[in-house]
């Protein structure tokens, strides 16, 4: 059918999809001569389905799993054309498109293999027809629906398809930030396929410390100036839970959040970088930081945020939580002259500067005994716990002094006892 892959040797756009050990899989199987190679043809046909069907397990399918499978691979393409859709569905250069129709040409015999219908017209026989999973990775509706679509104008002919895929790279974007909406850092950005699917109203109070997240957030969706929130207070209340929630209330309007954890501060210019010229907006998400007076860490953060002669990027705002005010560990030999220190001052100075650079900062107290209530009560509504009021009261009150005092994750941890003894 490809035969010595004259098609696929003129693919200049996509050619990176040549790469994909999978589709190298199915070009060596069809460069075989089924009936002078049949052995070597069924080793090609079973390890390529074997891949395929766990694909389908993790991905799920629409149709055709191979028809599923290349479309992901077009959608994940980072290339010229996918990059510039993303940023621009109406200014994209003329020469870019006519490559990209081309390639999708080039691509079209590849792309209409049908699994079962080559196997039947084969040697290979199979009794059954391949399993197709709704997939263990929960896919995003908007994004599966927009799939389908594709998928269904397959059978148009390419040109159907570069316009889907102009439509679909504005909406949701190319590669891995297309495909995903939360990632973690480490020597590169990782998608995180399930992420917390918590929400603002799951919190129980703060309601002005929610109010200035949601506002602050809006206007950096759209694009308007937004400033760096620092979240601090008591362990349990809710700090790292309110900037999730925001991940699932803004994904769909471009929001991407990007957790970096404290040993990554080093890495946060070449996190910059990758993500600079990315038409998404981006929260660089840090929970729980702190430093102890003697470590320094803090200044690669620092610059970035404000200070570095490097811009920094518009796309991109900082969300810290951390259980201490000003971040730093700050003691009382920083407010007087003390016997190393020429200039105590100068040493406090620098400390607070950085938290400075956060021109938000909400605080999250522990909650009274009324509010902790409160959240006990509302989160056993939610859970269906019919249980009379006061006796509830009085062993949520009971359960604080005994446990870990006032918050929401104490007030969840009673909840969740009280489910396991039902």
């Known amino acids: 059918m490809i035969g010595k892959r004259t098609e696929l040797n003129r693919i200049l756009l996509y050619r990176s999809l040549l790469d994909d050990e999978l589709v190298n899989l199915v070009c060596q199987m069809l460069d075989c001569d089924g009936a002078a190679n049949r052995v070597k043809f069924e080793e090609y046909f079973y390890i390529i389905s074997n891949r395929l069907i766990e694909y389908s397990r993790i991905h799920g ?17 980072e290339n010229p054309f996918s990059l510039g859709c993303e940023c621009s569905a109406d200014h994209i250069d003329p020469q870019l498109r006519i490559m990209a129709l081309n390639d999708l040409h080039n691509l079209k015999d590849l792309f209409n293999l049908n699994w079962l219908n080559m196997c039947k017209s084969t040697f290979i026989r199979l009794d059954c027809n391949y399993p197709y999973f709704k997939g263990l990775i929960p896919p995003d509706p908007a994004r599966w629906e927009a799939k389908s679509k594709l998928l269904e104008l397959t059978g148009q002919g390419p040109e159907a398809v570069l316009e889907a895929l102009e439509k679909y790279y504005f909406q949701f974007g190319c590669g891995l930030l297309g495909r995903f909406n939360a990632f973690r850092w480490d020597n590169g950005l990782h998608p995180i396929a399930h992420p917390d699917p918590i929400t603002l109203d799951a919190i129980i109070g703060y309601d002005y410390q929610k109010k200035i997240l949601l506002d602050n957030t809006r206007a950096f969706v759209a694009g308007r100036p937004a400033n760096n929130i620092l979240l601090y207070g008591a362990k349990g209340t809710g700090k790292s839970s309110s900037v999730k929630a925001l991940l699932n209330l803004f994904a769909e309007q471009g929001l991407r959040m990007v957790e970096i954890t404290r040993r990554q501060l080093a890495d946060i210019h070449k996190i910059t970088d990758q993500l600079r010229y990315r038409r998404h907006r981006f929260i660089f998400f840090i929970d729980d930081l702190s430093f102890e007076d003697f470590e320094v860490d803090y200044k690669y953060i620092k610059a970035s945020m404000e200070g570095s002669l490097e811009a920094r990027p518009q796309n991109i705002i900082f969300y810290v939580t951390s259980n201490r005010r000003h971040l730093v560990k700050e003691t009382w030999n920083d407010r007087q002259r003390g016997e190393e220190e020429v200039f105590p001052p100068d040493s406090q100075q620098e400390k607070l500067s950085f938290a400075d650079r956060f021109g938000i900062s909400l605080a999250y107290l522990s909650p009274d005994q009324e509010l902790y209530l409160q959240m006990v009560a ?23 002094l005994g446990h870990h005092g006032r918050s929401g994750r104490s007030a969840r941890q009673f909840i969740d006892d009280l489910l396991g003894s039902l």
């Open 61 to 77: 399918s629409q149709g055709d799993v191979w028809q599923t499978y290349f479309i992901d691979l077009l959608l994940q393409d």
């Open 378 to 400: 509302e989160m056993a509504e939610n859970e269906g716990i019919k249980m009379d009021p006061e006796d509830l009261r009085n062993k949520a009150i009971q359960w604080e």
